[in-house]
């Protein structure tokens, strides 16, 4: 099974707001609300910050927020700072048999 | 806090087996509310799911690599481990191991630090 897709890359200002997509198919994102979102920094393991679409884990700033319709899953980064300058990664669900597939990640700039 | 933390060889030749452990503090792998995970990272790539398995001995495979693939236990020391078999050149990545919850979740809330795994002669 391919991987979720996702932009290679974006980028915003300061205090912008961003969008970064993640489209699966009916299989996955589609079927199951069970889409999880993580920000890697350069050298460092992956962090979670939304799981089941839209719910973020205690400590995780609420200026990270998620979404989905239909096969598309989307996190929302308002109010960009410069420590958001990271890669992303959407994830999901895909059934009993693939069970988790990944994004490819995005990179993020702050500019 | 849930504190996860990868060991291995750093370096395997080709056509042999890539073992790895992890070793969790702070919590119990018996616990059956988790399933312990095993994902890598191929250098300047994404993640990739390899496989988990729960404190009752069953595991889940990605089926591209479940033909290669061993997940283990060791509750006596509270790790877990990994062994892939006939490694090529494209199973050089850094190995995570993390966390997933059973109950009807499957995001993984925490995550070891990473073993970069080298697969050369």
């Known amino acids: 099974q391919s991987a979720l897709t996702q932009p290679a890359s974006v980028s915003g200002s300061p205090g912008q707001s961003i969008t970064i997509s993640c489209a699966g198919t009916?299989?996955?994102?589609?079927?199951?609300?069970?889409v999880s979102w993580y920000q890697q920094h350069p050298g460092k393991a992956p962090k979670l910050i939304i799981y089941?679409?839209?719910k973020r884990p205690s400590g995780v700033s609420d200026h990270f927020s998620g979404s989905k319709s239909g096969n598309t899953a989307s996190l929302t980064i308002s109010g960009l700072q410069a420590e958001d300058e990271a890669d992303y990664y959407c994830?999901?669900?895909?059934?009993?048999?693939?069970?988790?597939?990944f994004g490819g990640g995005t990179r993020l700039t702050v500019l | 806090q849930v504190q996860l933390q990868e060991s291995g060889p750093g370096l395997v030749m080709p056509s042999q087996t890539l073992p790895l452990t992890c070793s969790v503090s702070?919590?119990?792998?018996?616990?059956?509310?988790?399933?312990w995970s095993w994902i890598r990272q191929h250098p300047g790539k994404g993640l990739e799911w390899i496989g988990y398995i729960h404190n009752t001995g069953r595991t889940y495979y990605n089926p591209s690599l479940k033909s290669r693939l061993t997940i283990s236990l060791d509750t006596s020391k509270n790790q877990f481990s990994l062994k892939l078999t006939s490694v090529t050149a494209a199973d050089t990545a850094i190995y995570y191991c993390a966390r997933r919850s059973v109950s009807g979740t499957t995001h993984f809330d925490s995550w070891g630090q990473g073993s970069l795994v080298t697969v050369s002669s």
């Open positions: 089941e679409v839209r």
């Open positions: 702070g919590g119990s792998i018996s616990s059956g509310d988790y399933y």
């Open positions: 994830c999901s669900y895909a059934g009993s048999i693939t069970h988790v597939i």
């Open positions: 009916s299989s996955d994102v589609g079927s199951y609300n069970l």
